[in-house]
């Protein structure tokens, strides 16, 4: 069984500094973790991924997120956010299942961007 | 490159009519194809896979159905809508392998 826990539903930053949102995983095997991004009404755009290659994965638009396997964590972060960051964030854990590959997501982080 | 297209975009649609949404995917064979909801203020909820041309996958039981009748087609049905069916609703495909999912712009369905 595999779980995703985004620890906060709610993140505010005033624009030009760091962001910083977090999530917790469970997982049975060795997963791939993966952040997306979603605007208001609009599908659902992949960030980065972590698939058990290099531990600090970095992603478009100017995130990172790094993989710690002993705190079981994998958040994302950016050095200074912009007005147009401001979306929801999806992280996400996938398992192997039926020949495909399941996707168990976070309830979402809401990111606001303030001037 | 691979894109992929729901219709329609939004959607009304009464108590008791039936529904009919169609995901197509370009420039890729064989793709896994997902069908998810996210309700207001939630994550997201996987409703149905296909790893191939008849084959689903149904995760949750419900008053929805899925069919695959081409390699790159998926169609999310119902006979009959009910106010809980409102929602957005997303299509993805992937590869076999790769593990990421990439979805589709998406619909809003809202029963009245």
């Known amino acids: 069984a595999q779980s995703v826990t985004q620890l906060d539903s709610h993140v505010s930053v005033s624009e030009g500094t760091p962001v910083l949102l977090r999530c917790n995983y469970s997982?049975?095997?060795?997963?791939?973790l993966f952040w997306y991004v979603q605007h208001p009404n609009k599908g659902l755009q992949l960030l980065l991924k972590y698939t058990s290659a290099a531990t600090l994965v970095k992603g478009i638009n100017g995130f990172e997120a790094e993989f710690k396997k002993s705190e079981t964590s994998f958040h994302l972060t950016k050095p200074s956010a912009h007005m147009s960051d401001a979306a929801e964030y999806f992280c996400?854990?996938?398992?192997?299942?039926?020949?495909?590959?399941?996707?168990?997501f976070g309830t979402g982080t809401q990111l606001k961007v303030e001037l | 490159s691979q894109t992929i297209h729901q219709w329609p975009a939004t959607l009304v649609q009464p108590v008791g009519s039936p529904l009919s949404l169609e995901c197509t995917v370009e420039g890729t064979s064989n793709p896994n194809l997902y069908w998810y909801r996210q309700a207001a203020g939630r994550g997201l909820q996987l409703l149905f896979y296909?790893?191939?041309?008849?084959?689903i996958s149904s995760e949750v039981p419900q008053n929805l159905s899925a069919s695959r009748p081409q390699d790159r087609q998926f169609i999310l049905s119902s006979k009959k809508l009910l106010l809980s069916d409102s929602g957005f609703y997303l299509c993805?495909?992937?590869?076999?392998?790769?593990?990421?999912?990439?979805f589709g712009p998406g619909t809003r369905l809202t029963v009245t």
């Open positions: 997982s049975s095997y060795s997963p791939s």
């Open positions: 996400v854990v996938s398992a192997r299942a039926g020949g495909g590959n399941k996707l168990t």
């Open positions: 993805a495909w992937s590869d076999t392998v790769a593990g990421v999912q990439y």
């Open positions: 296909s790893v191939g041309i008849g084959q």
